[in-house]
Each structure stands twice: as C-alpha cells, then as structure tokens.
C-alpha cells in the first residue's frame, strides 16, 4: 500500500546507509529503498527528466490511524513504460530528499 501526493514533500532521513539496499525491477525505472535489517521497503524512488519523486509505503508508518487512510485498487501490469514514468510524474511526490543516503 502506497501513498504520495504532487504538492507534498519528503524528506527521507537514513541512519545507516549501510542498512539500506536498493533493488530495481525488469524496468528499472524505480529504486526500492529496502532496510536490510527488517525487510521493510518503506520509499519508492523514480528519477524523471533528472527529477526525484517517491512514494511511501503506509505499513511504515506509526501512529497514523488506519481509518485516514483511503483504499483503492491499482493495476500496472501492461502500462508502457512511458506511460508509467508520465503517471508517476503526475502523482508522486515531487519534493523529495534523501539524507544520509548515497
């Protein structure tokens, strides 16, 4: 389950750098930010046309109450690739920052 809005900022904060590894898939357009530690794969990352926008992962979250959450159902599979990187541009959060992080 993930969540981002275009207007919002992150600021992802890393501890260790040597506790996160980052995976990417067939397409290579996303880096998965995974906590070697625990599995969790708690942000999403694409670069775009040199621009940083990310998703977070809700099950990362604490202290947010389940019920502000809105649930809904999304399918990729067969979306170009174009496709994929224009939507993302469109939805991710646009102002992202990683610190402590490579």
């Known amino acids: 389950m993930w969540t981002s809005h275009p207007d919002g900022v992150l600021k992802v ?3 260790d750098a040597g506790q996160v590894s980052r995976y990417a898939f067939g397409t290579r357009t996303a880096e998965f930010h995974v906590c070697a ?9 694409s670069r775009i046309n040199g621009h ?5 992962n809700v099950n990362a979250f604490e202290g947010v ?3 502000l959450l809105r649930h809904g159902v999304a399918d990729f599979e067969g979306e ?11 939805n ?3 102002d992202v920052r990683f610190y402590g992080h490579d």
């Open 92 to 94: 991710w959060i646009a």
């Open 13 to 15: 904060v890393v501890k």
């Open 52 to 56: 940083l926008y990310a998703v977070v």
């Open 37 to 45: 530690r625990c599995g969790v794969v708690p942000v999403v990352s």
């Open 65 to 67: 109450a389940p019920d």
């Open 80 to 90: 170009a690739t174009d496709a994929r990187l224009a939507r993302r541009a469109r």
